[in-house]
T-cell receptor, first 116, second 111 residues
């Protein structure tokens, strides 16, 4: 498709389970970002990839969060031993170039994660 | 630390009136300022952006102004329509490949 695609759209998991969220960026986009959006808040940065390289993971809230983009295209955000505070919408965004400071980011519709 | 403040948090206007949303940022090194519209259940959609070498940009009914000295930028929507109702987020780029987003403005356009 033409836009950023995320799957699943909704995920319900029990506390302690592991989850994996997928992002298909716009074809050819070099940069890929993951954000966490709590209800009523703006997106908060989690991590950034330039091609397959994870250049910034300073926003990941704990070592239970792990992201990868092994072939420089599709990315997966994995959360291990989920906690209730992990409940949020997880957004993926991509941008065309690697110089990200002045490039528009294009967002997917997110995965709404609910931890019971 | 890096911060983007956005006001107001909610805004109601009559159809046809103008709406203005304001943001301030903390890092003078920021040089790119996008605005996003987010509808319920959807991801943020870029509606307009401005770079630091420009003071104003307009696209049909939407305009953004930037005051680098004061470190604030504003979104202006004229001739509002019911379909403009959504949550709007400002953002600013910061060194280190990160964007910081404001906390959002819920705009309601009353027919």
């Amino acid at each position: 498709g033409a836009g950023v695609s995320q799957s699943p759209r909704y995920k319900v998991a029990k506390r302690g389970q592991d989850v994996a969220l997928r992002c298909d960026p716009i074809s050819g986009h070099v940069s890929l970002f993951w954000y966490q959006q709590a209800l009523g808040q703006g997106p908060e940065f989690l991590t950034y990839f330039q091609n397959e390289a994870q250049l910034d993971k300073s926003g990941l809230p704990s070592d239970r969060f792990f992201a990868e983009r092994p072939e420089g295209s599709v990315s997966t955000l994995k959360i291990q031993r989920t906690q209730q505070e992990d409940s949020a919408v997880y957004l993926c965004a991509s941008s065309l170039e690697g110089r990200v400071l002045n490039q528009p980011q294009h967002f997917g519709d997110g995965t709404r994660l609910s931890i019971l | 630390g890096e911060n983007v403040e956005q006001h107001p948090s909610t805004l109601s206007v009559q159809e046809g009136d103008s709406a203005v949303i304001k943001c301030t940022y903390s890092d003078s090194a920021s040089n790119y300022f996008p605005w996003y519209k987010q509808e319920l259940g959807k991801g943020p959609q870029l509606i307009i952006d401005i770079r630091s070498n420009v003071g104003e940009k307009k696209d049909q009914r939407i305009a953004v102004t930037l005051n680098k000295t004061a470190k604030h930028f504003s979104l202006h929507i004229t001739e509002t329509q019911p379909e403009d109702s959504a949550v709007y987020f400002c953002a600013a780029s910061f060194p280190g490949n990160q964007f910081y987003f404001g906390t959002g403005t819920s705009l309601t356009v009353i027919p």
